[in-house]
């Protein structure tokens, strides 16, 4: 082979060469632009789905904070109903508690006029002076300040003794001696 074989050989294989590289280049450009527009779709798609979800942030956010304010104005207003019951049940107790004193205080009045009364029937019914006690009625008026004699004895002396007896057994009552005096058969 002669020299100038192998340089033609040589010039045929670098035309070759120099063509698929050519191609090879053409192509590397190629795929360079395909992979920036993918890279660019991907980008605006990855910009939208963030926008998209910026939105739907900023909706949940907004949501958040109206149901964060209902529930603010939610408890300010049972707060507000704790306090009118408080005040109520405040109120109501205070009544109750007026009224068991009251009551509290005419049970004991009662009571007293009730030992008044038992006092007033103990004494004449032990009395020397009396003759016949089961014929006396000892009771009280409505308000409990009077204890009531009534019933029958038989001399005005047995009628003047009952009414000092009960004066004397009814401490602070007033006395009202409505005895009749009758004769015994």
Do not use: Y
Not at 8 to 32: H, P, S
Not at 95 to 104: H, L, P
């Amino acid at each position: 082979m002669t020299w100038r074989s192998v340089a033609g050989l040589l010039l045929a294989g670098a035309a070759v060469v120099a063509a698929g590289c050519r191609n090879t280049a053409d192509g590397a450009r190629e795929d360079a632009r395909r992979a920036a527009r993918e890279a660019q779709k991907a980008a605006d798609d990855a910009k939208k789905e963030l926008d998209r979800a910026a939105r739907e942030a900023k909706r949940a956010a907004g949501e958040a904070q109206r149901a964060a304010d209902d529930a603010r104005r939610d408890v300010q207003h049972a707060a507000s109903e704790a306090r009118d019951a408080m005040r109520e049940a405040g109120a109501e107790a205070r009544k109750a508690g007026e009224d068991a004193r009251r009551d509290a205080r005419a049970s004991a009045a009662d009571l007293n006029a009730a030992k008044q009364l038992l006092d007033v029937r103990t004494a004449l019914a032990v009395s020397q002076e009396i003759s016949s006690a089961s014929d006396i009625a000892v009771r009280s008026d409505e308000a409990g300040r009077t204890v009531i004699l009534t019933g029958s004895v038989p001399t005005g002396a047995e009628k003047d003794a009952a009414g000092r007896i009960a004066r004397a057994s009814a401490d602070g009552l007033r006395v009202d001696n409505r005895l009749q005096v009758a004769a015994r058969p």
